[in-house]
């Protein structure tokens, strides 16, 4: 039985990975007992000292991220920016999404719950100045819907890093505040992919 250890630091959960390959396929990456990332979409780190000319993605020294294009969600995504000028830089808006376990997220306060003028049922949960936990409004239910943090760039810049959870992962991925009022067609897009991920000999597992 494989055992996924959470790492976090600040607002960031990592997931390190055991990724193995899916069966003699080697155009895939198994990052879980169910999900096999086609390599163009799999972004592999070192969590090791092992030099990264020597990072083997079939041992527990690598995470795997998924990685999809800003132009293919621009694409997918009526509306979606895939390059945005933050200040006097442009910056490319691709996703980057990390893997982990469903884990339980309690919401720190809703005593003082603000709106997000970015999108309309996202409410700050705590009054932080910097970085502060994000609540979403489900039919009059407040519940964790991520974090997000000031980027110093411009004034009022800021991006979020949101948290998908299904039944048996949680999918964290940075958006832009310029993004974030769709963030539900981001979600939809990102679940639509994973299930067409799903390892042959796994088809049947929910996601």
């Known amino acids: 039985m494989r055992y996924y250890n959470l790492k976090t630091l600040t607002y ?8 193995a390959s899916c069966g003699a396929n080697e155009d895939y990456i198994r990052v879980a007992p169910s999900l096999c990332i086609p390599i163009n ?29 800003p132009k293919e969600l621009a694409d997918a995504v009526p ?29 720190e306060s809703t005593a003082t719950l603000a709106t997000l003028p970015s999108a309309a049922n996202l409410y700050k949960a705590e009054a932080g100045t910097i970085a ?25 810049h800021y991006d979020c890093l949101r948290d998908l959870q299904t039944a048996n992962y949680l999918f964290t991925y940075t958006i832009d505040a310029l993004n974030l009022h769709l963030y539900k067609e981001i979600d939809a897009y990102l679940l639509s992919k994973a299930s067409l991920w799903k390892c042959a000999d796994n088809r049947e597992e929910k996601l």
């Open 12 to 19: 960031v959960v990592t997931l390190s990975l055991m990724a």
């Open 41 to 69: 979409y799999a972004v592999t780190t070192r969590n090791s000292a092992l030099p990264s000319t020597q990072l083997d993605p079939d041992s527990d020294s690598a995470d795997v991220s998924i990685y999809l294009p």
């Open 79 to 107: 509306g979606y920016l895939a390059e945005t000028l933050i200040g006097e830089q442009s910056h490319q808006q691709a996703l980057y999404v990390m893997i982990g376990q469903p884990a339980v997220r309690i919401l």
């Open 132 to 156: 502060w936990q994000v609540a979403e409004n489900r039919e009059g239910t407040y519940v964790h819907w991520g974090h997000c943090s000031h980027t110093f760039v411009t004034e009022k």
